[in-house]
């Protein structure tokens, strides 16, 4: 993505997207270039990338309209400068929320078993037919 101008995604020999980067990875027009260029959490259908999910340990938080669904921890990877929480939601999808690293508070750090929340923006949503 950061070598080029414009990208094509083929599948089967044929194109499914042309595009700017930024174009086909975040407004992806099919499944199979959502999930050819980067993981996505498929919840009801609807696809949101892990980079784009917000998690809280307060099921009171403070959402702002933003869509949202209850969970628990199954684990949790420290990749550096974020790390990837590992949640089952209570409809027993798995799903997988990136955190950027918490200089100094600690508050990047989640553990299996634990309750949580996550959010994300409607805009964030990759929707197909």
Known sequence: LSLSDRLA??????????????EVYLRPRTRFV????????????????PE?????RDAAA?????????GEVTGMVFL????????????GEQVVAQVARDFGSGG???CAGQRVE????????????
Not at 62 to 70: K, L, P, Q, T
């Open 108 to 110: 990047g750090s989640f």
């Open 118 to 129: 996550l959010f994300w923006l409607a805009g964030d949503e990759m929707r197909f037919d």
């Open 9 to 22: 995604v083929m599948n089967r020999g044929a194109i499914e997207q042309i595009g700017e980067p930024q």
């Open 80 to 91: 550096g400068d974020r790390s990837r929480v590992q949640v089952r939601l209570k409809s």
């Open 52 to 56: 784009a999910m917000r998690i809280a």
């Open 34 to 49: 959502a999930g050819f260029l980067g993981e996505v959490n498929w919840l009801d259908g609807v696809g949101v990338r």
């Open 62 to 70: 403070e959402c702002n309209g933003m869509r949202r669904r209850e």
